[in-house]
């Protein structure tokens, strides 16, 4: 049984940063591709990053490109979210989820396999 683990959200004022990690049991990270998603109050999840199982490419939504960051330490058999640059519009539930390896990369919710059951982030304006 895949379980994914989330830590790190918390309240942030705009502009500023938080790190999202994600812990998984057993071999997910190299059965599986990683991705943050989120949900904010009164919307659907939606797809942040995405992080490859072999070769570590990786895929961000436009609304945080530039801002946020998705990168695995091995080490520590976690998966990060750094994100920079906070908004108000990032305030929502953050997911790590462990996608199915062969998931169109503009279909990636569709190929969750796990989910974690999110931490919140809220950003103050």
């Known amino acids: 049984q895949v379980q994914l683990v989330e830590s790190g959200g918390g309240l942030v004022q705009a502009g500023g940063s938080l790190r999202l990690s994600c812990a998984a049991s057993g071999r997910t990270f190299s059965s599986h591709h990683i991705g943050w998603f989120r949900q904010a109050p009164g919307k659907e999840r939606e797809f942040v990053a995405a992080?490859?199982?072999?070769?570590?490419?990786?895929y961000y939504a436009d609304s945080v490109k530039g801002r946020f960051t998705i990168s695995r330490d091995n080490a520590k058999n976690t998966v990060s979210l750094q994100m920079n640059s906070l908004k108000p519009e990032d305030t929502a539930v953050y997911y790590c989820?462990?996608?199915?390896?062969?998931?169109?990369?503009?279909?990636?919710?569709?190929?969750?396999?796990?989910w974690g059951k999110g931490t919140l982030v809220t950003v103050s304006s």
């Open positions: 989820a462990a996608v199915r390896p062969g998931t169109n990369y503009d279909k990636w919710l569709g190929g969750v396999d796990y």
């Open positions: 992080l490859l199982r072999w070769i570590a490419s990786t």
